[in-house]
DNA sequence: ATCATTTCTTAACTTAAGTGAAGATTTTGA
DNA sequence: TCAAAATCTTCACTTAAGTTAAGAAATGAT
């Protein structure tokens, strides 16, 4: 066992037991359950109009979420580390509209809902971290969306600017001018405007 | 016990019976435990700078989300009938940043935690059917907010008269013109330019 | 180190949303 | 029923994003 792989069990765990204690046990049953998988940049983890039950959990990288309409990617989202995703495919069981990739080499833990069920069984505490989880994400979700449908575009920028800035860095522009909703042209230009502003 | 009551119980349980089947005890333990009141067009459910600890579910009328800012209204969800709700304060036990009002007469099944602790104790199914709503909720949260960046104000407009055409009908355009991310007057001429197009 | 590919910038022009203001229309309550 | 309040529309003007197109800069592969 490598010691990369040991260290990322424990980033996993430690996440967990944010929400809840685990007990040696349980760890084990992580360990042995988690299937954790290296990712080379440019990856596709996912493709459009393939089938999977599979969601993701980042320990180390950036996926990114986008689909292809009218020949130009439409970048949904970004996962980042300690971030999870669960494509809809996985819950709607049909052909992937969306693509997921790696931004950069990632890390990342995959698990299936027929393992989840299993855990539940044998720890329903699981259950209830899930659960947890995901209301705070939607939470979350809702929130980021009321703060995009309120703001404008240069101010949807400079609030990504402070919320996740190493996104600005980590992502070429293209892709970040979709995931505002704008073009990269204008996210260009807004930038120079900006710039010019100071 | 009103012979109305006893329909809303049961819009209730038949909602959640597309998750799990529930036995009469179970139903049972639903009906003792959410509350199911009665507000009328224009009641503020929830304030700003309030907090609280309950969940909304409609079972009949409509309920909007919005905060001020800078002196305007900003809507950012409606919920109509079999829809629920968790306003963030309730997971962050913050005051409410958010008002919730009813855009019409509504009945709404009000839950606080403290109750679904309980039931989830008593019936572990109940919380397995929270997770599965929830992992679908941010699903529909995430796909809604996608749709929205990829997509012009008028798009918007567009899609929402096919997605909700109830909204149109049963919302002030003002309401309506911050949920779609958009002034007023934009909206009012936006649908003159519609109107022309046809 | 160099060439090909990918990504970013700039510019001129078009289109639609924001703004401020006024007035029309609809709804509500006394 | 009528006046006040709330909601919606229109107009003229401003601002910023979309579009098309060209070329510069950065990155990656051999």
Known sequence: ?????????????????????????EKNVILELDVIKYFKKGTLILKQGKRTSESYFVLKGCIRVYYILDGTEKTTEFFTELEGYTPPCVLSNQPSELYVSCVEDSIIAISKPNMAEEVFKKFPKFETVCRILSEQLIVKSQTNFADFKTSSPEQRYLNLMKERPDLIQRVPQYQLASYLGIKPESLSRMRARIVGKK
């Open 1 to 25: 066992m490598n010691p990369n792989f040991i260290k990322m069990k424990n980033i996993l765990c430690d996440f967990i037991e944010q929400f809840v204690p685990l007990t040696e046990d």
